[in-house]
């Protein structure tokens, strides 16, 4: 269907995983993969849940997912949206926070979404899908991030946090310095804690933001945190 494609998608530089061994002798950490077998309870617990109910369709809302949680973040149900894997509620968020150079013909001005020019690659995907103009203001030599580059006008801020490749966590009270100037000029900031279980306390203390900045985005996977307990 590629002879079909507009002219935007046929413009896209596509994301190109990290190397992907077929020899399954590998555990690719990278991606999180676990070198054992699942747990003999969690094998019972899915053989239970498959019953006569699996050919129905799913609660659209995902109420009972989003209770847990929301019970896990300490946040309220309602500030809790779930979709298949982080990357598709990047994408979503970029379509959907985000003004596109297109924009502009009516009237409404399309600054450049900011993030680092090391980062998640996906990223710069996202913004070319939705046409969405951006900058990727330059780490430091230490790899860390200036968070004067990010407290300027602009179209909204992405932050992977920690950061990726780097491993980076940025400060809380840096995180509410960006927070606070986007918010007087009504842009989001999304931040990316896909990586946060691997760092100390990184989680919840971001989550925990939420109630107070309501242009703060939080993106999450249970593909890097698993505990959710029913």
Do not use: C
């Not at 002879?3 to 998608?9: D, S, V, Y």
């Not at 849940?49 to 369709?57: F, G, K, M, T």
Request: proline share 9%; charged share 25%; aromatic share 10%.
């Amino acid at each position: 269907m590629s002879e079909f494609w507009n002219t935007r998608t046929l413009s896209l530089k596509p994301y190109v995983p990290g190397e992907q061994p077929q020899n399954k002798k590998f555990v690719k950490l990278n991606t999180n993969e676990n070198p054992y077998p699942p747990a003999p309870v969690v094998l019972r617990t899915i053989r239970k849940a498959v019953d006569q109910s699996i050919r129905l369709y799913p609660d659209p809302e995902a109420a009972e997912l989003r209770q847990l949680i929301a019970e896990k973040y300490e946040v309220k149900p309602e500030q809790v949206f779930v979709g298949n894997g982080s990357d598709e509620i990047l994408a979503m968020a970029f379509g959907a926070f985000f003004e596109s150079a297109s924009t502009e013909e009516d009237g409404r001005e399309a600054l450049p979404v900011l993030f680092p020019d090391v980062t998640y690659s996906f990223y710069s995907v996202f913004a070319d899908l939705w046409a969405v103009p951006y900058e990727t203001p330059a780490v430091q030599k230490d790899f860390t991030i200036d968070i004067k580059d990010y407290r300027r006008r602009s179209g909204g801020v992405v932050l992977a946090n920690p950061n990726t490749p780097t491993g980076l966590l940025l400060p809380l009270p840096e995180v509410r310095s960006i927070l606070k100037y986007h918010e007087k000029y009504q842009k989001v900031v999304i931040l990316d804690q896909a990586y946060a279980p691997f760092s100390k306390g990184g989680t919840k203390t971001v989550s925990a933001l939420v109630e107070r900045y309501p242009n703060l985005l939080t993106v999450h996977t249970l593909s890097k945190e698993d505990d959710l307990e029913r």
